[in-house]
Nanobody, 118 residues
Framework: QVQLVESGGGSVHAGGSLRLSCAAS????????MGWARQLQGKEVASITG????NYIDSVKGRFIISSDNARNTVYLQMNNLKPEDTADYYC???????????????WGQGSQVTVSS
């Protein structure tokens, strides 16, 4: 019903920047929230609700920026001033409404590898 396709990631030196993208497609009526976690179903790093409220873990505040393009059902994670401890596989997740009855779908993207060297 819903698919999440991630892009971005890669390898950078400490202090560098990367941007992750996650596009949701399929039977989507409304997005409740989308976000990113380190490791599959792991600790959430950042999230954004359908009305634009954002949340970050303390260790990325001031460095990472999550944003969304609701017209494209896409969420972005701009990661600046990256540190070696940011190295991880980042997984996008989405909580979306899929029909007029309010049924919801929750799922994960395929993962994006982020490697930060010192």
């Amino acid at each position: 019903q819903v698919q999440l396709v991630e892009s971005g990631g890669g390898s950078v030196h400490a202090g560098g920047s990367l941007r992750l993208s996650c596009a949701a497609s399929g039977s989507i009526v409304r997005i409740n929230a989308m976000g990113w976690a380190r490791q599959l179903q792991g600790k959430e790093v950042a999230s954004i609700t359908g009305d634009g409220r954002t949340n970050y873990i303390d260790s990325v505040k001031g460095r990472f920026i999550i944003s969304s393009d609701n017209a494209r059902n896409t969420v972005y994670l701009q990661m600046n001033n990256l540190k070696p401890e940011d190295t991880a596989d980042y997984y996008c997740y989405a909580d979306v409404v899929i029909d007029d009855l309010g049924s919801t779908w929750y799922g994960w993207g395929q993962g994006s590898q982020v490697t930060v060297s010192s």
